[in-house]
């Protein structure tokens, strides 16, 4: 059971570089998410989707994009990387209904430098 | 918007005793859930237990149990008989139709 899979497990960028954060699921969960971590903040929602075609801000979207073409897919565009959004980054999926658990990837960790 | 708080960011337990995270959440829905993850030094996040708000029951899963109190807002996790794999990182979380909220987290030490 693949789950959610994020790739890759690890990267650096320079500073001004751009990169997108693959996200896929195969449980057909109608919502996605990406967060990210940083040490003693817990996690801070960048994007949701709750649907194929549907995206929407979270709490820290600055300097972040998002697609959703299809149910499975939930890429994260990181556009002129900056020293700040050095973290680690989490996807995750659930169903649409409130009684479900999200589902999450193992995260990526990404540094700018 | 829904916050949630969790007020130990370190906690230790000595093996084989208990122990009682706590966590504190804010809204004005009346339908929702509570979450409770583990995180362990793998990063992965593992779902430790769940709790409806219209259960006036404590949600149990073996060694996990929850002290729900909807009035005060609050969500405690409690682990009995602590283990060296308990160790990890654990988030409360509240789902309201659309999102999930995080506090920032309690890190835990299991002392053998």
């Known amino acids: 059971n693949a789950g959610v899979t994020q790739t890759p497990k690890f990267r650096i960028l320079k500073i001004g570089q751009s990169m997108t954060l693959q996200c896929t699921q195969d449980?057909?969960?109608?919502?996605m998410y990406w967060y990210r971590q940083d040490p003693g903040m817990g996690l801070k929602l960048i994007y949701y989707?709750?649907?194929?075609?549907?995206?929407d801000k979270g709490e820290v979207p600055n300097g972040y994009n998002v697609s959703r073409s299809t149910t499975e897919d939930f890429p994260l565009r990181l556009e002129l990387a900056a020293p700040s959004q050095t973290s680690v980054y989490f996807c995750?999926?659930?169903?649409?209904?409130?009684?479900?658990?999200?589902?999450f990837g193992q995260g990526t960790r990404l540094t700018v430098v | 918007a829904q916050t949630v708080t969790q007020s130990q960011p370190e906690m230790s337990v000595q093996e084989a005793e208990t122990v009682t995270l706590s966590c504190t959440y804010d809204?004005?829905?009346?339908?929702?859930?509570l979450f409770w993850y583990k995180q362990p030094p793998s990063r992965q996040m593992i779902l430790v237990i769940r709790?409806?708000?219209?259960?006036?029951q404590n949600a149990t899963e073996n060694r996990f149990s929850v002290n729900f109190q909807k009035a005060a807002k609050s969500f405690s996790l409690k682990i009995s008989d602590s283990q060296l794999g308990d160790a990890a990182m654990y988030f409360c979380?509240?789902?309201?139709?659309?999102?999930?909220?995080f506090g920032t987290g309690t890190s835990l030490t299991v002392i053998p």
């Open positions: 995750a999926s659930s169903y649409g209904t409130v009684n479900t658990e999200a589902f």
């Open positions: 809204t004005s829905e009346s339908d929702y859930y």
């Open positions: 449980m057909n969960h109608n919502y």
């Open positions: 979380a509240y789902r309201s139709a659309h999102q999930f909220y």
């Open positions: 989707s709750v649907g194929a075609g549907i995206t």
């Open positions: 709790q409806e708000a219209y259960k006036q």
